[in-house]
């Protein structure tokens, strides 16, 4: 009987599954991925054609091989013993908008002032919004995910180990639950700027900025400029042959 076999059957073999399932085999659980598609990965599988290797999904990634990487994915890699290969590429792209085209480049430096060429203005407002949100990510980065648990031992985990970044969240907090919408609100008067930022959202969570979390854009923010944008070598892919190694 599976009962018997498997103490955690994990449903779906995305990279969220994947990550579950193989830090649970790290800890010695006995696991299995079930998964509907034929092959795993989910929003990340590579397939090929002609030759060419395509990615289904994502293909920004941030600190893939720095090894005081605050990635979460790379801290599960690690802890299952495993790692990809990446190239660091900058910029990451350019905006084609009608006032003019800019390269994304990750120092929130370089990148203002690509911004510059279009609107001066609206460069200074969006250094207020992103000093805004920098704080939180200086908090954020002092606490990596793994350590996050969902029971109440999490309480004398942070207390014991992380409590210098737990002080340092404290002036945070209000922005910890909150859009950061509301941040663009109250620092960012330039439509354009208002129009890059709802973009930058839209690219990270689907959603403008009135439906995207604050910390999720304070992360995005801190580690593009910090350790710049990465690309598997493979592709997607092979983050997933790398986790469905691991596990
Ligand atoms: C177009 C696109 C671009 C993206 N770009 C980026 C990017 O650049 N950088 C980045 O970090 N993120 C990016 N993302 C987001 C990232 O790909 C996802 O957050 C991540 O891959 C989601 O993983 P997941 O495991 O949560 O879910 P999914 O990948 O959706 O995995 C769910 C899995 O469960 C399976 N499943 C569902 N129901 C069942 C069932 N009943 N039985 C069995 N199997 C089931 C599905 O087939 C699927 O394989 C992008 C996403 C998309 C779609």
Redesign the pocket.
Known sequence: MTKDKYDVIV???????LCAAALLGRYGKRVIV????TIA????HNFRRRGFEFDS?????CGLTDIQSLNPLKQVLDVIGESVAAVRYDPLGHYHFPEGTLAVYSDGDRYRQEVAKITPVGARELEQFERRLLPLYDAMKGIPALALRADWQLLPVLLGRYLPSLLKMLPNLPLIQASVGNVMDATVKDPWIRRLIDLECFLLSGLKAHGTIAPEVAFMLGERSRAGVEYPVGGSGEIVNALVRGL
Do not use: N, R, T, W
């Open positions: 449903i779906g073999s995305g990279i969220g599954g079930c998964e509907s598609h990965g989910g929003a990340a999904g994502p293909s920004f990634y």
